[in-house]
């Protein structure tokens, strides 16, 4: 198996049994097991498994933020692209296996020891500010509004993964819709 095959076998597995058990819940010994990697391997590969936490949620992260895009881009109006966004949330809180926010999860679980794991956490949550920012910007509100979809975004995730339910996404949509019409109103 050649180096970059290894790598996404273990990202994959790596990806199925953090999102899934939790970090600190899953040694590379299992990893190793799921993705039929040797365990030799997978250390030339993620010399570390904090190495191997930073890939996964890094390239989740890349995914993560293309499905959210991909959805929202097939709104043709501005005002419609920003509450997609709850849309979408809504569709993932729905999906088998969904356990919350992987970076929040991580950086719970790690963020007081990891460095690493902490800026994943930290790059995922500004790059999604940003994006919701440019939809905002696209649309013409103010800027500020961007903030405030972050934080029901946020919130929506963190609730859904502790409730078990899509209702946040909901509320959160809810919500987003008459801030985008008070933010009209001024």
């Not at 905002?136 to 929506?156: K, Y």
Request: charged share 25%.
């Amino acid at each position: 198996m050649d180096t970059t095959a290894a790598r996404e076998r273990a990202l994959d597995a790596a990806e199925r049994l953090f999102y899934g058990r939790g970090v600190q819940a899953v040694g590379m010994d299992d990893v190793r097991a799921a993705s039929g990697v040797s365990l030799k391997r997978l250390y030339q590969l993620f010399p570390a498994k904090e190495r191997l936490v930073e890939a996964y949620l890094e390239r989740r992260d890349i995914r993560w933020r293309g499905r959210l895009a991909a959805y929202v881009a097939e709104r043709g109006d501005p005002e419609e692209r920003l509450l997609a966004v709850f849309d979408w949330l809504e569709d993932w809180f729905g999906e088998d296996g969904f356990r919350g926010c992987a970076w929040i999860n991580a950086h719970g679980e790690l963020g007081a020891s990891s460095a690493r794991v902490t800026a994943q956490a930290r790059a995922h949550q500004r790059a999604f500010r940003a994006y919701l920012a440019g939809l905002v910007a696209d649309a013409g509100r103010p800027a500020s509004l961007a903030g405030a979809l972050f934080l029901l975004a946020e919130g929506a995730i963190v609730a859904a993964g502790t409730a078990g339910s899509t209702e946040p996404a909901r509320e959160a949509r809810e919500t987003a819709r008459l801030l985008l019409g008070a933010a009209g109103a001024g």
